[in-house]
């Protein structure tokens, strides 16, 4: 998705863009509006803007100054020009100060969607597949020491203590460019499905290529990354000299930038990612209560399968304390253990049940005690994964999964074997369930906010913040769920309401659109589109 700005202090032209580009169906829009330039600069410091539509001549800041504040920040935004004939000597300037485009203010509907074409192919261009993969190489010559990450895995497993003067000597002796004061924020991903054909090394510069790329988008911030599993990995992400009062701004910031990331590793990369993050900066010492919590949220996820992004709004306070099982005699066994786990968070039963049964197998060929020892092992991870998802007192009532504690209860290593891809099933299943059942309530949500609030603010943006959501994510959700775009739903609830108001009622046709969210010119070309007539001609019909 690509977030774009709208900015004229005359309210027709800002309104008549920002309805042209929400009914566009060929490019994922969230679109925000300001009427002078000090709005847009407030708009500008809560969200992450791809390409900004911007008028030349405006009360108090023009456009040009405008342009100059929006490129410190961010440098990577398209800025595209709306300018009058008389306005050329700006436009110039404009230009060569990195304005992107300018449009005509007479060219029409066809000039703007060709300079947003053309913003989003510039920002397309700019992330090339050969440009991220030159520069994991060369990162993956300049890899981070083990030490690094042995730290920041002890930090996430809460295996030590520190004092803040400590802690700081740590890092800074480290080489980590992270600070033991500000709150940071942590962000887990997970790489939804690697190729077959990919060897560890390939894996890995993938993985370079990824923490590359959210480098591009978070240039303010201090960001390091460690893997945990097989395909997911954890950001540790700082903002230098941050307050608690910014914290919030922040944090929509990073989960903005989430959004960019995903989109440009699925497009770049040809990767599907997943994201997770908390909602507020914590600091250090909440941080492994905070990773729990963010492990359990990317278990459970809402809808999709993949690319997930979701924000975590549960306080480390109120975080279930539950430690993941470690394995007290191997590490071939504790290796084996977090790679089962994992099949049994992604639903990968044929994996699960090929490795469980290896697993019981190769210790009932060594004797008795290690097979009893892998399989209460597994009965173990099993019984923290589902404290994790919240389900244990449920499901322990099951016949499927009664017997997970009672190994005496098997009479051979292939029907524990059996019986543990059974209870996998079942929690693979109840959490399906669980994911359609909260899915479809958001969409219920959806449907009665837009046709209880149909004059007000119905763009994406808005629509996220009511449940809570990713704009990104919404929308990919809402159409798995519906199997239609929310844009569609929303203009054919405004043609429905239009329609009964014009038969019902006396209201004029300015009236009319006013009471559906829009302005009448494009109100007029919206109902011509769907109902093949004017608003005034179809009334005339009735009567």
């Known amino acids: 998705m690509y977030r774009v700005l709208i900015i004229d202090n005359e309210p027709v032209i800002v309104n008549g863009i920002y309805n042209l580009f929400l009914d566009l169906d060929h490019v994922e829009l969230g679109v925000l509006k300001a009427y002078s330039a000090s709005e847009a600069l407030g708009l500008l410091a809560k969200h992450t803007v791809d390409i900004v539509f911007a008028d030349i001549q405006m009360p108090g800041m023009n456009g040009l100054e405008l342009q100059q504040a929006i490129m410190k920040s961010w440098p990577r935004c398209k800025v595209v020009f709306l300018t009058g004939y008389t306005e050329f000597s700006y436009v110039q300037t404009a230009m060569r100060n990195g304005g992107f485009d300018y449009v005509l203010k007479t060219e029409g509907d066809e000039r703007i969607l060709e300079a947003l074409d053309s913003a989003i192919a510039s920002i397309q261009a700019f992330n090339e597949k050969d440009r991220l993969i030159e520069d994991a190489k060369r990162e993956l010559h300049k890899a981070k020491p083990i030490l690094q990450k042995e730290f920041l895995h002890g930090m996430l497993d809460g295996n030590s203590a520190w004092s803040k003067d400590l802690l700081q000597h740590k890092l800074e002796e480290l080489g980590l460019t992270l600070l033991a004061d500000p709150p940071l924020l942590l962000a887990i991903g997970r790489i939804d499905e690697w190729s077959a054909s990919y060897s560890v090394s390939d894996r890995l510069l993938l993985l370079f290529a990824i923490h590359n790329i959210a480098q591009d988008y978070l240039t303010h911030c201090s960001i390091h990354y460690v893997s945990y599993d097989r395909n997911k990995f954890v950001w540790f992400i700082q903002k230098p000299g941050l307050e608690a009062k910014a914290g919030d701004t922040f944090s929509q910031t990073v989960q903005e930038s989430l959004e960019s990331i995903q989109s440009a590793c699925k497009q770049m990369l040809k990767t599907t990612v997943s994201f997770v993050t908390h909602r507020n900066p914590c600091p250090w010492e909440d941080v492994p209560s905070i990773f729990r919590d963010l492990k359990r949220l990317l ?48 639903g990968s039963f044929k994996e699960f049940s090929s490795l469980c049964h290896a697993m019981l197998g190769t210790a009932t060929s060594s004797s008795r005690y290690s097979f009893v020892e892998i399989y209460y092992a597994i009965a173990t991870m099993i019984l923290t994964y589902m404290n994790q998802m919240e389900m244990t007192s449920e499901l322990m009532q099951l016949p499927e999964i009664d017997g997970l504690m009672r190994i005496e209860e098997h ?133």
């Open 299 to 346: 278990g459970r996820g809402l809808g999709l399968g993949n690319e997930i992004l979701l924000t975590d709004t549960i306080t480390a306070s109120e975080a279930v304390q539950t430690e993941v099982y470690r394995d007290p005699s191997t590490g071939n066994s504790r290796t084996k253990l977090l790679l089962l786990e994992s099949y049994l968070e992604s």
């Open 411 to 543: 009479e051979s290593w292939e029907s524990a074997a059996q019986f543990f891809e059974d209870v996998a099933r079942v929690l693979a299943e109840r959490i399906r369930k669980e994911q359609k059942e909260n899915s479809n309530i958001i969409v219920d949500m959806l449907h009665q906010y837009i046709q209880e609030r149909m004059e007000d603010d119905l763009s994406l943006t808005r629509l996220a913040e009511v449940v809570s959501l990713n704009p990104s994510y919404l929308s990919r959700l809402y159409k798995q769920m519906t199997g239609h775009g929310l844009a569609e739903y929303i203009a054919e609830k405004r043609i429905e309401k239009a329609t009964l108001l014009l038969a019902k009622s006396s209201l004029k046709i300015h009236e009319i659109a006013r009471q559906v969210g829009l302005e009448q010119g494009y109100f007029i070309k919206m109902f011509k589109k769907y109902v093949q007539m004017t608003p005034h001609e179809y009334r005339e019909a009735l009567s």
